[in-house]
């Protein structure tokens, strides 16, 4: 017991094979470096152009909205002219009638309603 746990050094104890172990090691920690250097690089890179490309969309958009704001200014001083051209308006104006009105105190699944 006291033997594995006092011989923590190299795992042979030929020099050749204790240098093959040490550059094999060295090269799979580079490789290890460089792989995730590059899958950084490449996750960053998919992040930038993700966030330009919601960048642009939202400039955009809010370049249509500023487009449209003074339009809206002058046809709500016009509303005719807006029902006239059958415009696309996202405001509908109507009127209704009550059909049912239950102010005699009986709901609908009682008798008579």
Request: positive net charge.
């Amino acid at each position: 017991m006291k033997n594995s746990t006092l011989n923590r050094g190299l795992p042979a104890g030929n020099p050749i094979a204790n240098i093959f172990v040490i550059v094999v090691g060295a090269l799979v920690i580079g490789v290890s470096v460089v792989l995730g250097f590059v899958a950084f690089v490449v996750l960053g890179s998919i992040l930038v152009v993700l966030a330009g490309v919601v960048g642009l969309r939202l400039w955009w958009f809010n370049r249509k909205l500023r487009r449209q704001a003074p339009n809206n200014q002058s046809n709500n001083q016009g509303s005719h002219q807006r029902r006239d051209q059958g415009g696309s308006g996202g405001v509908i104006e109507g009127e209704y009638q009550v059909l049912d009105d239950r102010r005699d105190g009986r709901g609908p699944d009682e008798p008579g309603a």
